[in-house]
């Protein structure tokens, strides 16, 4: 366009300079030339528009392809997460199997010792009432039975089993001891701890030097009874002096010195049952 132009006006001044032109071919070339510059101006516009359009479509296509690269490491990172979301889940998944199974286990192990402990619970009721129903109203007076967290204790008065500062079983207490021997042959599977206790007045014997000594050989002396006279097995006797430190009520009247004078024969559930199963106990793998 730019040329056509040029050329144009080379002609005009070349006519000019050669011959003279008439004002009609003057005026038709002078419109030509309008003409032709119109379009060259609105041609350039174009171009200078379209340049521009091109340069904002080139920032639109580098936006876009950024765009892209940032979809794209996203998509990445996104897939990571996702990755290491299964495995996650999937190792949750067999730690939650190994839980269930640990508190089966568990619950199998608590069921056995409830099991255990009522079976206990059921003996020592049983056991109570065959004693006290055995025991005539005259014995129930100087004998206390009582269940105390799962044991049984059998609390014998002093002046039943024993002279004043003494420890020689009466012939008074052959009877009673022997009712409670015939069930103690009946219940195999329990141990028998006797356990001494004194007030605290001071022994006055040249053969005793203290209550402890005189607490010792009251409960050593049942236990030979026991034995010997009415056949429990020794291995499952055990004897125990508490002197005056055991007392069940205070010394300061009578009444209060001859109830701590007594003799416990204490029975309790064989402990082996309840060992194996400590020792069986589910581990917990933390």
């Not at 056995?112 to 129930?140: C, F, G, H, P, Y």
């Amino acid at each position: 366009m730019k040329v056509k132009i040029l050329a144009l006006t080379a002609l005009l001044f070349g006519l000019m300079s050669t011959s003279c032109v008439s004002n009609k071919k003057y005026a038709e070339l002078q419109g030509k030339y309008n003409d032709l510059q119109s379009e060259y101006n609105s041609t350039r516009e174009q171009l200078i528009t379209t340049t521009a359009e091109a340069k904002n479509l080139t920032s639109q296509l580098e936006v876009a392809n950024k765009s892209n690269d940032d979809l794209k490491k996203g998509m990445s990172q996104l897939k990571h997460t996702l990755d290491k979301s299964l495995e996650a889940n999937n190792q949750g998944s067999v730690n939650i199997a190994k839980l269930v199974d640990e508190i089966n286990a568990s619950n199998k192990y608590i069921k056995q010792l409830v099991e255990a402990k009522s079976k206990s619970d059921s003996l020592n009721i049983a056991l109570t009432n065959r004693l006290t129903r055995s025991l005539s109203n005259d014995e129930l007076k100087d004998v206390d039975v009582k269940v105390l967290k799962g044991v049984v204790y059998i609390s014998l008065a002093d002046n039943m089993l024993f002279k004043s500062g003494s420890y020689e079983v009466s012939d008074r207490a052959m009877e009673t001891l022997s009712k409670i021997a015939k069930i103690l042959k009946d219940y195999k599977d329990f141990d028998v701890l006797v356990e001494g206790n004194t007030d605290n007045v001071p022994i006055s014997k040249t053969n005793i030097r203290n209550n402890w000594d005189l607490s010792a050989l009251r409960a050593s002396s049942i236990v030979q009874v026991l034995q010997t006279k009415f056949g429990i097995n020794p291995q499952r006797l055990s004897a125990a002096g508490r002197g005056e430190f055991n007392p069940i009520t205070d010394n300061d009247s009578e009444v209060g010195k001859q109830r701590n004078r007594r003799t416990e024969i204490i029975i309790t559930p064989k402990l082996d049952d309840f060992m194996d199963l400590i020792d069986h106990a589910p581990e917990s793998n933390d």
